[in-house]
């Protein structure tokens, strides 16, 4: 298991905050990997077992296995080949507005583990750079 994780403070409210990163059509505004996403599974409220068509760097799917509104949502991705990634987007409310953190873990193992350990210098510094595009995109409003 690979893991890493990329916090910033957001001048938005938790609810705002949450409502935005649950939904994974949003990440395409703020995850320079994602062309575009929709819903294929539990169209209507965005719960657990919503399903996410994902298009972009790596395409697959994206399925909200837990959500803690307005807290928390976890995001596990699926027909991604060998890498099967846990996306957990946390909310914490501090005075002003949250704490966003993003926190990856990636199960891959033989040659893609190897690689994706190789590559996790990467993946922080893009994971930083995402993070803080989403604060961007929220505080602009």
Do not use: C
């Not at 990329?6 to 939904?23: G, H, K, L, M, N």
């Not at 027909?79 to 507005?97: A, C």
Request: aromatic letters at 8%.
């Amino acid at each position: 298991m690979i893991s890493y994780e990329s916090s910033t403070f957001i001048a938005r409210p938790a609810e705002q905050v949450f409502a935005y990163v649950q939904d994974v059509r949003n990440d395409q505004h703020w995850h320079m990997d994602v062309k575009s996403a929709t819903v294929t599974k539990g169209e209507g409220q965005l719960a657990v077992g919503t399903v996410f068509d994902v298009k972009g760097m790596v395409s697959g799917t994206e399925e909200i296995i837990a959500t803690e509104p307005p807290h928390k949502v976890v995001l596990k991705g699926g027909d991604m080949g060998k890498i099967v990634p846990i996306d957990i987007r946390t909310i914490e409310p501090v005075d002003g507005g949250v704490r966003f953190t993003r926190h990856i873990d990636l199960d891959a193992g033989g040659f893609m583990g190897w690689m994706t350990n190789r590559m996790l210098g990467w993946a922080t510094k893009r994971n930083a750079q995402f993070v803080e595009n989403l604060k961007q995109v929220l505080e602009r409003g």
